[in-house]
């Protein structure tokens, strides 16, 4: 069983920096390919970074590329998503997926077996 449940998310002004963490209190983590996905009120759920389950294969979404980092720790059964020069526009709910079995998963929700609960991350001007 997959269960993730993320943390780090707040509130920051544009220009700072955060580092969301996603637990994954289940046995096969190594096996799953993980991504971040973000969501701001009244707009659909959007990919922002995957990872295979090596961590070396790694894309994002062009909004945030070169200011986001997505990185795993196989041993703690953790994905995190440091994300520096934040800016208002990154303001959403942040969640994390898992597809459990497979070394890459794409870029759509359907994509994705398992989800977080979300964490808030909100950006001042």
């Known amino acids: 069983q997959v269960q993730l449940r993320e943390s780090g998310g707040g509130l920051v002004q544009a220009g700072g920096s955060l580092r969301l963490s996603c637990a994954d209190s289940g046995r096969s983590f190594g096996s799953n390919a993980m991504g971040w996905f973000r969501q701001a009120p009244g707009k659909e759920r959007e990919f922002v970074a995957r990872?295979?389950?090596?961590?070396?294969?790694?894309s994002y979404v062009d909004s945030v590329k070169g200011r986001f980092t997505i990185s795993r720790d196989n041993a703690k059964n953790t994905v995190y998503l440091q994300m520096n020069s934040l800016k208002p526009e990154d303001t959403a709910v942040y969640y994390c997926a898992a597809k459990r079995g497979s070394y890459i998963a794409g870029v759509g929700t359907a994509d994705y077996n398992y989800w977080g609960q979300g964490t808030q991350v909100t950006v001042s001007s």
């Open positions: 990872i295979s389950t090596t961590g070396g294969l790694t």
